[in-house]
């Protein structure tokens, strides 16, 4: 863990960061995307604005996960917590999902682009 922290630490360092230059309301880019760990929450709320409580929901199931009884440390358990390891592995992948077609598949004012 020590020597990857100082790799990635190394990284930073050497690899500039793809900032953009200062924001000016006269020039706004089209699509304005936001940081690339929240494209996925823009991308889904550009289906609905409603999807937003199913991912404050997902996330308070996951916050309380430890305090119930999948997340406990109970030994033979390993077959109840099946369930809440495919939805973790499900969400992940949604996730993924939804940040590449936002990052790669998104044009000019928010349109779908297959050949961007």
Same mark, same amino acid.
């Given at each position: 863990?020590?020597?990857?922290?100082?790799?990635?630490?190394?990284?930073?360092?050497?690899?500039?960061?793809?900032?953009?230059?200062?924001?000016?309301?006269?020039?706004?880019?089209?699509?304005?995307?936001?940081?690339?760990?929240?494209?996925?929450?823009?991308?889904?709320?550009?289906?609905?604005?409603?999807?937003?409580?199913?991912?404050?929901?997902?996330?308070?199931?996951?916050?309380?996960?430890?305090?119930?009884?999948?997340?406990?440390?109970?030994?033979?358990?390993?077959? +109840?917590?099946?369930?809440?390891?495919?939805? +973790?592995?499900?969400?992940?992948?949604?996730?993924?999902?939804?940040?590449?077609?936002?990052?790669?598949?998104?044009?000019?004012?928010?349109?779908?682009?297959?050949?961007?």
């Amino acid at each position: 863990m020590t020597l990857f922290i100082g790799v990635i630490c190394a990284l930073a360092a050497f690899l500039p960061a793809p900032l953009q230059e200062p924001a000016d309301i006269g020039k706004v880019p089209n699509p304005a995307k936001s940081a690339w760990f929240l494209l996925w929450i823009q991308e889904l709320v550009s289906y609905s604005r409603h999807l937003i409580y199913i991912v404050v929901l997902v996330a308070f199931f996951f916050l309380l996960l430890p305090y119930t009884h999948w997340g406990g440390r109970d030994d033979g358990a390993e077959r +109840s917590r099946r369930p809440v390891a495919a939805l +973790s592995i499900a969400v992940f992948s949604l996730i993924v999902v939804l940040t590449v077609i936002a990052f790669f598949f998104r044009g000019r004012n928010w349109a779908l682009c297959i050949n961007p």
